[in-house]
């Protein structure tokens, strides 16, 4: 019965910013672990950024400096901060939760709908 529902994608200048949100509805949810992904047509899926349950983040290179991969705990949301957009960052953006839910004890995956980006002047 767990939800995950993205928002904030949009149309962008080069240099331009945006924020995309994951939001997971649902009683006793826990995030253990989120990650962004993005794909392009005709390109393969790639692993954007990553934030563990204790803060810790990680970055893909291509994205390294200019994306924040956040989380705000009492909302149950994970955001993704993203600066000095460029053309080469269009794709559409998926998020990905690993939540445990109350009484159990393993986390599943849990994929958002996935959010547009595009970057053009």
């Known amino acids: 019965q767990v939800q995950v529902v993205e928002s904030g994608g949009g149309l962008v200048q080069p240099g331009g910013s945006l924020r995309v949100s994951c939001a997971a509805s649902?009683?006793?949810?826990?995030?253990?672990?989120s990650s962004w992904y993005r794909q392009a047509p005709g390109n393969e899926r790639e692993l954007v950024a990553t934030?563990?349950?204790?803060?810790?983040?990680t970055y893909g290179d291509s994205v390294k400096g200019r994306f924040t991969i956040s989380r705000d705990n009492a909302k149950n949301t994970v955001y993704l901060q993203m600066d000095n957009l460029k053309p080469e960052d269009t794709a559409l953006y998926y998020c990905?939760?690993?939540?445990?839910?109350?009484?159990?004890?393993?986390?599943?995956?849990?994929w958002g709908q996935g959010t547009q980006v595009t970057v053009s002047s």
């Open positions: 649902g009683r006793s949810v826990s995030i253990n672990f």
């Open positions: 934030i563990a349950s204790g803060g810790d983040t």
């Open positions: 990905l939760l690993k939540i445990r839910r109350a009484g159990s004890i393993m986390s599943r995956d849990y």
